[in-house]
């Protein structure tokens, strides 16, 4: 059975104490930041347009998705885009239950509707306990760049990606 979900708005206080509260998984600090973190990192990074949602199965908060929704042109040396899946947290109670693959899934359902979106970007690096292997199996490929220390990678929006099964 494939997990589905919905992405909501951080709309109030309550929404953001929510998805302060996911947890990563133990050892998943090297490749993803603490909760507190990605807010301040949309604080400080305006200019990459940054959409952040929390992630539900029905009324059970599951994870906190957040992408770069539309970077204007020119694009800043330092950024990547237009379109960037910045930040993906399935908590760790929920993860290996295809809430990572849902999310992505609905991130792309949303940006079929926006401008420009043929490609969603990503990075991470590799190496032990990485996503790296969930993005390619998803459906990104490698594209050879490196920057901020992390491969960047892409998944073709113009066809369906997303593996059978």
Do not use: N
Not at 4 to 32: C, H, K, N, S
Not at 95 to 100: A, C, K, L, N, P
């Amino acid at each position: 059975m494939t997990a589905t979900v919905q992405l909501r708005d951080i709309a109030t206080d309550d929404d953001r104490r929510a998805v302060l509260a996911l947890r990563r998984a133990p050892g998943q600090e090297r490749y993803l930041g603490s909760m507190a973190s990605h807010f301040e990192d949309a604080v400080q990074d305006p200019q990459a347009k940054p959409r952040m949602w929390s992630v539900h199965d029905g009324d059970q908060l599951v994870g906190f998705t957040m992408i770069a929704d539309g970077i204007d042109e020119p694009i800043d040396e330092d950024l990547v885009g237009p379109y960037f899946l910045w930040r993906l947290l399935i908590d760790e109670r929920f993860q290996g239950r295809g809430y990572g693959a849902a999310t992505i899934d609905a991130v792309v359902d949303y940006l079929r509707s926006r401008p420009g979106a043929d490609v969603l970007y990503t990075s991470c690096a590799a190496g032990e306990g990485s996503p790296q292997g969930f993005y390619l199996r998803y459906g990104f490929v490698l594209v050879g760049e490196v920057k901020w220390g992390e491969d960047i990678l892409a998944l073709d929006l113009r066809r369906d990606q997303r593996p059978a099964g």
